[in-house]
């Protein structure tokens, strides 16, 4: 048996004046222990629904969801003793100070007083936020909040750790500091379902990976195994001249198994095709023969990206439900 | 930043594990625990707090020597006549600011982050009102003190002047927990303002606090009889022994039982909207 698992999964919101939005439409999972799941999707595709399902904010209209064999519906406070959740709300109190959220929290999970300072403590010096503890937290830098966030999640040490878009609003270099924080925890064993609609996020720090559209999984696996579902590789090529793309795209037309694509500033063109290798010295064959110029020419995998595309019919950037899964749900 | 993978195992080998108090204990220490961040936002963030104190001192001091010379109440003198409905009519708005708070919280996502908590939900709103109840308390003391200034006496007993004060601050606690539904119930913090400016003016001002009620054209004299504002008006000035002899106040059951009537209010209030701001607690985010 799964350490987190949901079945079934259904949830409806009837918003005023707008039809029905089936937020989860079904959604089954199943987490082991000590991995990292990543739910990938697009904005309200139910990500953030599912969370709070299995965080116990709010209740699934059907289905049934457990963790370490704790029914979330029956038992939520059995549950909230053991998880940790972070969001991407940072919510924390501004007005508070660093150390004095993580003793508020601590002292909300029932530490007992000296336990709860101590920990408040270990966790600004583990989260490099020392020097800031006393601070009130409406001076923190975006990243910082991400880090007392997460921190508030880990004043005990969670079951399963949630993370909804951890990443969502964050400069480059702050993400890359969180990601290798969640690395850190996961290769501590720590169990973490993590929401994100960054395929490379998922990529990066998930074991296995559920895409969901329209709250429903509509695929399953890792993600290579995501990758493979799509099949192939892409080929993709720089041109020095844009006066050659018809030419490139012609060639490359004749060895891809779809139509090619063509990037914004006319010069980069790719397709996906069955074989890589052999495809990749056809076209460059065709292309040293008519004499175009190349800057640059090459295979990769297919992007969870193409693979999302793939599965749904429609890109990931699509947020067609956004309005149906803001903070409250409003 | 970097955080080391064997420190993080080693942290959180090294958490603490929850305890289970009883749950009597439990909601003691949530209680606290949530009013104490109400109190360290007061510290912090002071603009409430210059806000509800100097708001009153200004209403005393305007009422007191700008209409004071103008308006004439016969037998008495106005200044004693309008410092019951100046205390009322600052502790009843003083209590929309539950209700914006709660719905800014949950704004802020924080309500969020105490309901994945293994807390009493009752707890969050109880340090809610509790902060609150602090802020009106400071309001009043701040009020008497430049009531006291400006030539306002009690004159009944200091008991019976101390009563008046705790049936104020008493009345807007309850109504704190009406603000606290509404502001678990809107969707966004700026409704509460709103509704607190469409419902609260009208029931202030439409009352015996600021002229007396029997001065007023005949519907808004009935209005003003029924008025709880009035009620709560009246039960401070009588307690305070600030009411003018021979003053028409009006012939309904709440004029002529002032004091029972709010306590009546009071216990009605909080009956009713303690278990329905609990029940909304636990409903948020469970709408579109």
Request: charged share 20%.
């Given at each position: 048996?799964?350490?987190?698992?949901?079945?079934?999964?259904?949830?409806?919101?009837?918003?005023?004046?707008?039809?029905?939005?089936?937020?989860?439409?079904?959604?089954?999972?199943?987490?082991?222990?000590?991995?990292?799941?990543?739910?990938?999707?697009?904005?309200g595709?139910?990500?953030?629904?599912?969370?709070?399902?299995?965080?116990?904010?709010?209740?699934?209209?059907?289905?049934?969801?457990?963790?370490d064999?704790?029914?979330?519906?029956?038992?939520?406070?059995?549950?909230?003793?053991?998880?940790?959740?972070?969001?991407?709300?940072?919510?924390?109190?501004?007005?508070l100070t660093?150390?004095?959220?993580?003793d508020?929290?601590?002292?909300?999970?029932?530490?007992?007083?000296?336990?709860?300072?101590?920990?408040?403590?270990?966790?600004?010096?583990?989260?490099?936020?020392?020097?800031?503890?006393?601070?009130?937290?409406?001076?923190?830098?975006?990243?910082?909040?991400?880090r007392?966030?997460?921190?508030?999640?880990?004043?005990?040490?969670?079951?399963?750790?949630?993370?909804?878009?951890?990443?969502?609003?964050?400069?480059?270099?702050?993400?890359?500091?969180?990601?290798?924080?969640i690395?850190?925890?996961?290769?501590?064993?720590?169990?973490?379902?993590?929401?994100?609609?960054?395929l490379?996020?998922?990529?990066?720090?998930?074991?296995?990976?559920?895409?969901?559209?329209?709250?429903?999984?509509?695929?399953?696996?890792?993600?290579?195994?995501?990758?493979?579902?799509?099949?192939?590789?892409?080929?993709?090529?720089?041109?020095?001249?844009?006066?050659?793309?018809?030419?490139?795209?012609?060639?490359l037309?004749?060895?891809?198994?779809?139509?090619?694509?063509?990037?914004?500033?006319?010069?980069?063109?790719?397709?996906?095709?069955?074989?890589?290798?052999?495809?990749?010295a056809?076209?460059?064959?065709e292309?040293?023969?008519?004499?175009?110029?190349?800057?640059?020419?090459?295979?990769?995998?297919?992007?969870?990206?193409?693979?999302?595309l793939?599965?749904?019919?429609?890109?990931?950037?699509?947020?067609?439900?956004?309005?149906?899964?803001?903070?409250?749900?409003? | 930043?970097?955080?080391?993978?064997?420190?993080?195992?080693?942290?959180?080998?090294?958490?603490?594990?929850?305890?289970?108090p009883?749950?009597?204990?439990?909601?003691?220490?949530?209680?606290?625990?949530?009013?104490?961040?109400?109190?360290?936002?007061?510290?912090?963030?002071?603009?409430?707090?210059?806000?509800?104190?100097?708001?009153?001192?200004?209403?005393?001091?305007?009422?007191?020597?700008?209409?004071?010379?103008?308006?004439?109440?016969?037998?008495?003198?106005?200044?004693?006549?309008?410092?019951?409905?100046?205390?009322?009519?600052?502790?009843?708005?003083?209590?929309?600011?539950?209700?914006?708070?709660?719905?800014?919280?949950?704004?802020d996502?924080?309500?969020?982050?105490?309901?994945?908590?293994?807390?009493?939900?009752?707890?969050?709103?109880?340090?809610?009102?509790?902060?609150?109840?602090?802020?009106?308390?400071?309001?009043?003391?701040?009020m008497?003190?430049t009531?006291?200034?400006?030539?306002?006496?009690?004159?009944?007993?200091?008991?019976?002047?101390?009563?008046?004060?705790?049936?104020?601050?008493?009345?807007?606690?309850?109504?704190?927990w009406?603000?606290?539904?509404?502001?678990?119930?809107?969707?966004?913090?700026?409704?509460?303002?709103?509704?607190?400016?469409?419902?609260?003016?009208?029931?202030?001002?439409?009352?015996?606090?600021?002229?007396?009620?029997?001065?007023?054209?005949?519907?808004?004299?009935?209005?003003?009889?029924?008025?709880?504002?009035?009620?709560?008006?009246?039960?401070?000035?009588?307690?305070?022994?600030?009411?003018?002899?021979?003053?028409?106040?009006?012939?309904?059951?709440?004029?002529?039982?002032?004091?029972?009537?709010?306590?009546?209010?009071?216990?009605?209030?909080?009956?009713v909207?303690?278990?329905?701001?609990?029940?909304?607690?636990g409903?948020?985010?469970?709408?579109?």
């Amino acid at each position: 048996m799964a350490f987190l698992e949901a079945e079934d999964l259904r949830v409806t919101y009837h918003p005023r004046k707008a039809p029905v939005v089936k937020a989860l439409d079904g959604l089954s999972l199943d987490v082991p222990q000590g991995t990292v799941f990543g739910l990938l999707g697009p904005n309200g595709a139910g990500k953030s629904t599912t969370v709070k399902v299995l965080t116990t904010l709010i209740r699934a209209d059907s289905g049934r969801a457990r963790i370490d064999g704790i029914d979330v519906r029956e038992d939520p406070e059995e549950i909230r003793r053991r998880i940790g959740v972070a969001g991407q709300y940072a919510a924390v109190d501004e007005n508070l100070t660093a150390l004095e959220n993580l003793d508020m929290v601590g002292r909300l999970y029932h530490l007992s007083r000296t336990d709860s300072k101590r920990r408040a403590e270990e966790l600004v010096a583990l989260f490099d936020l020392g020097e800031a503890k006393s601070r009130p937290v409406k001076g923190f830098s975006g990243g910082m909040r991400r880090r007392i966030d997460l921190a508030c999640a880990l004043v005990i040490s969670p079951a399963v750790l949630f993370l909804d878009e951890p990443t969502t609003g964050l400069d480059p270099r702050s993400r890359l500091g969180m990601w290798d924080v969640i690395e850190s925890l996961a290769s501590a064993g720590t169990t973490v379902l993590l929401t994100t609609q960054y395929l490379e996020e998922a990529d990066r720090l998930a074991d296995d990976i559920a895409v969901i559209d329209r709250g429903q999984v509509i695929a399953r696996g890792t993600a290579d195994e995501l990758k493979a579902r799509v099949g192939g590789r892409r080929i993709q090529l720089t041109l020095v001249s844009a006066d050659d793309l018809p030419a490139a795209v012609a060639a490359l037309q004749r060895v891809g198994t779809g139509a090619p694509d063509v990037s914004g500033d006319g010069r980069a063109a790719s397709v996906t095709v069955a074989e890589g290798a052999p495809a990749l010295a056809e076209v460059l064959a065709e292309l040293a023969r008519q004499g175009i110029e190349l800057h640059d020419a090459g295979m990769q995998r297919p992007t969870l990206d193409d693979v999302f595309l793939r599965l749904t019919g429609h890109a990931a950037e699509d947020g067609e439900a956004d309005e149906t899964e803001g903070r409250k749900g409003s | 930043m970097t955080v080391a993978a064997d420190r993080v195992t080693t942290s959180l080998e090294a958490a603490p594990v929850p305890r289970e108090p009883s749950p009597l204990a439990a909601w003691f220490s949530d209680g606290w625990i949530t009013t104490r961040r109400n109190l360290i936002k007061i510290k912090r963030v002071p603009d409430v707090l210059v806000f509800t104190t100097l708001q009153p001192i200004m209403f005393v001091l305007l009422f007191s020597y700008v209409y004071s010379g103008s308006i004439q109440i016969p037998g008495s003198d106005y200044k004693e006549f309008i410092m019951a409905g100046i205390f009322a009519q600052t502790v009843v708005f003083g209590a929309t600011w539950s209700g914006y708070a709660t719905a800014q919280d949950i704004r802020d996502g924080i309500i969020d982050r105490f309901r994945t908590l293994p807390m009493r939900p009752s707890a969050v709103l109880v340090g809610r009102t509790n902060g609150d109840l602090l802020i009106n308390s400071i309001s009043m003391v701040v009020m008497i003190l430049t009531g006291l200034v400006v030539g306002w006496r009690v004159r009944s007993s200091l008991l019976e002047g101390l009563a008046g004060v705790v049936l104020l601050l008493a009345f807007a606690y309850a109504l704190s927990w009406v603000m606290v539904f509404i502001g678990l119930s809107v969707r966004s913090p700026e409704v509460i303002n709103n509704v607190s400016f469409i419902v609260l003016f009208p029931l202030t001002f439409i009352s015996n606090a600021f002229v007396p009620s029997e001065n007023l054209p005949t519907p808004l004299r009935i209005f003003a009889e029924w008025n709880p504002v009035s009620a709560l008006v009246l039960a401070a000035r009588q307690l305070f022994g600030n009411v003018p002899p021979g003053m028409q106040v009006g012939d309904t059951w709440t004029m002529q039982n002032p004091v029972q009537a709010v306590l009546i209010g009071i216990a009605v209030l909080l009956a009713v909207f303690v278990p329905l701001s609990v029940w909304r607690f636990g409903r948020i985010g469970s709408r579109a």
